[in-house]
């Protein structure tokens, strides 16, 4: 029996208390390798010779790990805690039935900036790129993310195909870029804690864990829109045990080990049988999210085809220093 689960996250496992349980009731430790990005998480699927058992990844790398046959089809009598899941996490990824992944965490690409910095909210482009707040702001180094939120306060679609719309976004960049201080990796939040910076793109759960213990800190969605990152738990094709990868997917999907990482991580959770148990703050702004999403001004990426995803990433390479 498989003794170590191996798994691919951007996110550390270390403080979970929810997976140590795990461990604790199964035997099966867990060792968790972490990625920056959505490229740097492909990569390490496709170029290395370590093989995950479970591995948690965004809508964009899902689309195309399914594209290219690399996850294995899920054995849902292995995971009877598929009825909690909300049916909102299903319409836009293709596999609305959970055959190749089950959603896990959700947030929302928004603002995060120190309100005694600014001086004031923070709710648009615009109010990012004041002129004052030149060399404090940070942008994240993921090509489908930063593209696809300039697409939309450019008024086109975060996955459009047009190449007229992707250079329009690489213009727009281009427009601010002497303004932006560094283009992340993965550690937004750390650099918005340590006063680095003062504004930063960010997703949602990682500002709200830092704004717990600082009141000066903030979030808020664009007013232009913004985009809605799901990410998921799926088994490579290659796994040692996807039995217990699946044992370990169900586990997590228990309405209260869902809200126990919910309250500890500040994501969302697709789990509806969890949201009684989280806490009122945290629900509060899930809800003002979810209805967001509902009045369409949230997007989720989709899979794009492969030479228009070399538009997108030439555009970017040109957008950075």
């Known amino acids: 029996m498989l003794s170590e689960l191996r798994l691919l996250d951007s996110y550390s496992t270390s403080d979970l208390p929810v997976f140590n349980t795990f461990s604790a009731e199964t035997g099966v430790s867990i060792t968790s390798h972490l990625y920056s990005t959505s490229e740097e998480a492909y990569r390490f699927l496709t170029t290395t010779d370590q093989a995950y058992d479970v591995i948690i ?5 899902v689309h195309r790990l399914r594209r290219e046959q690399r996850l294995a089809v899920l054995n849902h009598a292995q995971l009877p805690n598929l009825v909690h899941l909300d049916p909102m996490f299903t ?6 039935d959970y055959r190749f992944c089950v959603p896990y965490r959700w947030s ?3 603002f ?27 942008v994240p180094d993921e090509v489908r993310l930063s593209m696809g939120m300039a697409l939309i306060k450019s008024g086109f679609s975060p996955n459009s195909s047009d190449p007229a719309a992707i250079a329009a976004a690489r213009n727009w960049w281009l427009s601010v870029a002497n303004q932006i201080n560094r283009f992340t990796a993965s550690n937004e939040q750390e650099l918005l804690q340590r006063d680095e910076l003062d504004i930063v793109v960010a997703r949602s759960g990682d500002i709200l864990q830092i704004a717990r213990d600082d009141a000066d800190i ?3 969605i664009p007013e232009e829109g913004s985009i809605l990152i799901t990410d998921s738990l799926c088994v490579p094709a290659n ?3 996807q039995s217990i990868a699946e044992q370990f997917i169900n586990f997590v999907l228990t309405p ?8 500890m991580s500040r994501y969302g959770t697709p789990n509806q049988a969890a949201l009684p148990l989280i806490d009122a703050e945290l ?9 967001q999403e509902q009045a369409g001004l949230l997007f989720h990426l989709t899979d794009v085809d492969p030479a228009v995803l070399e538009l997108y990433r030439a555009a970017w390479t040109e957008v950075q220093p």
């Open 57 to 61: 990844v965004s809508d964009t790398l």
């Open 91 to 96: 319409r836009s990824n293709g596999d609305p």
């Open 108 to 110: 929302v690409l928004g």
């Open 112 to 138: 995060g900036y120190r309100q005694s910095a600014t001086g004031r909210a923070i709710n648009n482009w615009d109010d990012v790129f004041d002129p004052a707040y030149t060399d404090r702001i940070g």
């Open 218 to 220: 903030r979030f808020t």
């Open 239 to 241: 796994a040692a045990s």
């Open 256 to 263: 209260e080990h869902s809200a126990a990482l919910a309250n």
């Open 283 to 291: 629900r509060a702004s899930l809800n003002q999210y979810i209805a």
